[in-house]
């Protein structure tokens, strides 16, 4: 290829690109003119038909343009090409690809937004079925400046003198060194991602696919894609997006933006219960205690604590009327408390307890007693023991307060009966009183937090929680507030209405890890949405895949279901690969396994550390990774070895490679790195609940190197790969 042919090419995609900025330029002054002359427009001359004609017209033919300018400034904050394909068609029609579209001031197409039907050639055309294509055109661009061309001709016949350059687009994206964080694929989207992200919204679009096909990055183009064909349904009713963890979440969050979207709510799978309860950690149990707590088995133990009256509950109440006493026992209080519980949530039963007291107290009072209903309910409310008794028999409780109270190994062996095991519900307690704090929450806490918000009902707005019983803190003045007078200055609470932030639609990745417990926390959050699910059965740090397959075939019902397969693996070179695949076949044979695309010569390297010397071996491989590779290192070491990994790393007295991150193999989960070394494949299949398939999550980040290093001679993991 003649330098001059490429730098041709690339003026003649430049004018265009000019062409486009200068459209939005100009749609962006003259909708300032518009909102600064509007008032003089539509105001002053209000009796000027022609004048408001004018105005009119002037605002119809620009705002398309505005509103492309408008989300141009997301895509100049984002630093992405505007621009980036270009049609040339057997009718010698050309048309442009870009994130967004754009119309001259006659309406003629200068970009066609690439989610439109007009653009969906350019990712579907093969040389089998050309779509009319002759030459698909990828075009990169920095800002506004076009700096490299791509090109696929699809059409030979029709070629006459179309120039071609480059070498195709996929593969020079594909080895492009990767950043902390994920870019679109927006110019090199396959047919089959293609018809995964434009599926209809309704019902369940499912999305499988092993490591690295595209799964997360074609699921984000399918947010951009709904919201673009039903705006006004996904824009108004929410999107949300949930990952498997925080760093996931910030790895992703540029995507949606460089497409220029920016209405959707990403969140961790350990926060989306943020919108009902306090949380601000991201811890995780070990793999033992996150088993229980993502077990369905929960449901029963949490019905049973919101059940289990509060500590030091009274066992009986007295109320003197009139100089005649009334008692209710124990028997009659637990049965009032069932039959409040049946037909209310706990704090928001509070009034219907009070009430179900008084009936009974009503029921008992002697014949002797000269009062109407009415005057006796008032009487007893206002009784210090009846106020007094209520606070205590009926509190209003957080999740919080609830869920701490399983700290109690009494409590909690009592509550798990024939649900958990004796040494389940031990280590169930114990997690919960090694808490540093009050807000000390894990992610598996998370929704066991949201179901009880569920079961417990929302608490009052904290002004009302504050209500006191004295009005005063000065204990000597005990001015009573009545219970009546509490009844009636109590806010009107709808019953049914729901605290949970609710979506019309929402998209879960990493879907084979949400336990049974958290897909009922984000059930919450869609009761009448759609859904995309993204997941690889595979890679489950699951114990019993089928629980959680089941839970999400419990959420299905029978609604419509859409299923997609990703089949090509764009991440990891076919060497690496190859020998993930070695491993997930033993611990998984149903393994679905991809077709890697590229290959590079390079073998994954299997090293030993012999004498037991950890740091002076993870430093090298990481030197030699750093070395090898342009972008990311990322080294992945068991739990129990991860601090003393980041220390070998950190103690050479030298800053750390800003390119290197260690992680555990969970919290690799959706992630990649140019170079990869997995530290003690061994301890990575012991110390988590998915085994081997956590160790094929490892093997699966890399996008260039694999190294290995294993701490003992006999390593287990490697008698899979004969
Ligand atoms: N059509 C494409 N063009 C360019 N890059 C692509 C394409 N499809 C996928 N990729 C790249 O392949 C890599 C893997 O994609 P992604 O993380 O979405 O895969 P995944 O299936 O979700 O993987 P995992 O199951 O391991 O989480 C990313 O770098 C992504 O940008």
């Given amino acids: 290829m003649k330098q001059s042919t490429l730098e041709h090419e690339l003026a003649i995609e430049q004018a265009h690109v000019d062409l486009v900025y ?93 989610r439109a039907p007009a653009a969906e050639p350019f990712y579907r055309a093969t040389p089998a079925n050309p779509m009319q294509v002759v030459r698909r055109r990828v075009l990169r661009c920095s800002g506004d400046r076009v700096i490299g061309i791509e090109d696929d001709l699809l059409d030979d016949g029709s070629a006459a003198d179309l120039v071609v350059v480059g070498e195709g687009a996929l593969m020079a994206a594909l080895s492009r060194a990767r950043g902390p964080q994920m870019r679109d694929i927006v110019a090199t989207i396959q047919a089959e991602q293609d018809d995964a992200i434009r599926a209809p919204w309704q019902g369940f679009t499912l999305i499988s696919g092993g490591p690295g096909t595209g799964k997360t990055v074609v ?102 009327v009139q100089g005649h006493v009334l008692r209710l026992g124990a028997g009659e209080l637990a049965r009032i408390r069932t039959d409040v519980l049946a037909h209310n949530k706990l704090n928001a039963g509070r009034e219907a307890a009070e009430r179900a007291l008084l009936n009974a107290l009503w029921r008992k009072r002697p014949v002797e007693l000269d009062l109407e209903r009415d005057d006796f309910d008032e009487r007893v409310a206002d009784t210090a023991q009846f106020a007094v008794f209520a606070n205590a028999w009926w509190p209003r409780v957080s999740a919080a307060d609830a869920l701490a109270r399983l700290a109690s190994p009494t409590l909690a062996a009592r509550l798990s009966e024939h649900v958990l095991s004796a040494d389940e519900a031990e280590q169930l307690s114990a997690s919960y009183r090694n808490r540093r704090g009050a807000h000390d929450w894990t992610i598996a806490d998370a929704a066991l937090l949201d179901e009880l918000v569920h079961r417990l009902g929302p608490l009052p707005e904290p002004e009302e929680r504050e209500v006191s019983l004295f009005l005063d803190d000065d204990a000597s003045v005990s001015e009573l507030v009545t219970t009546m007078e509490r009844l009636e200055t109590k806010r009107e609470v709808d019953p049914f209405a729901t605290p949970h932030q609710t979506y019309a639609h929402i998209l879960v990745d990493e879907a084979q890890d949400i336990t049974p417990m958290q897909w009922r926390m984000l059930r919450r959050r869609g009761s009448s949405a759609s859904w995309t699910v993204v997941g690889d059965p595979a890679q489950s740090s699951w114990p019993d895949p089928r629980e959680t397959d089941r839970a999400l075939r419990e959420l299905i019902g029978t609604a419509p279901v859409r299923r997609f397969r990703m089949s090509t693996n764009y991440r990891s070179p076919a060497e690496v690969f190859d020998l993930a695949a070695k491993v997930v076949v033993h611990a998984y044979p149903d393994a679905d396994l991809p077709v890697a695309v590229r290959s590079t010569g390079v073998l994954p390297e299997l090293r030993t550390a012999l004498d037991g010397d950890l740091a002076t071996d993870v430093r090298s491989g990481v030197a030699d990774l750093l070395a090898a590779v342009e972008g990311t290192v990322g080294v992945v070491a068991p739990p129990s070895l991860l601090a003393s990994v980041a220390q070998a790393l950190d103690e050479t ?70």
């Avoid at 049973?304 to 009256?309: A, G, K, T, W």
């Avoid at 998915?690 to 003992?712: F, H, N």
Wanted: hydrophobic share 40%; glycine share 8%.
């Fill in 219 to 320: 699921a984000l183009h399918r947010a951009a894609f709904l919201l673009y064909t039903h705006r006004r349904r996904f824009e108004n009713g929410g999107v949300l997006v949930v990952g498997p963890s925080q760093v996931f979440m910030n790895y992703i969050e540029r995507v949606l933006p460089s497409l220029g979207e920016d209405a959707v709510t990403l969140r961790s799978v350990g926060t989306v219960a943020s919108d009902v309860v306090d949380l601000r950690g991201e811890r995780t149990d070990d793999a033992t205690v996150a088993t229980i707590k993502g077990s369905l088995r929960m449901v029963a133990v949490l019905k049973r604590l919101v059940n289990e009256p509060w500590q030091d509950v009274p066992l009986e109440l007295f109320v003197s």
């Fill in 22 to 114: 200068a459209r939005l330029d100009e749609a962006t002054r003259s909708a300032q003119q518009v909102a600064n002359e509007g008032a003089k427009l539509y105001h002053s001359e209000r009796d000027s038909f022609v004048r408001e004609e004018d105005g009119t017209g002037l605002f119809e033919r620009d705002v398309f343009a505005y509103q492309a300018a408008k989300r141009l400034a997301v895509l100049d904050a984002e630093h992405e090409g505007l621009v980036f394909g270009r049609l040339d068609r057997t009718d010698g029609e050309i048309r442009y690809v870009g994130r967004i579209g754009v119309r001259d001031a006659e309406y003629e197409p200068l970009v066609i937004d690439w």
């Fill in 653 to 722: 007295g030298e800053d750390r490679d800003p390119r290197v991150l260690v992680v555990t193999a969970l919290q690799a989960k959706g992630l990649e790195y140019d170079g990869v070394l997995v530290v003690d494949p061994d301890a990575i299949v012991a110390e988590s609940a998915g085994g081997l398939r956590s160790l094929y999550v490892a093997l699966t980040r890399p996008t260039q190197r694999l190294i290995t290093l294993d701490l003992g001679r006999d390593p287990a993991w490697r008698k899979n790969l004969v």
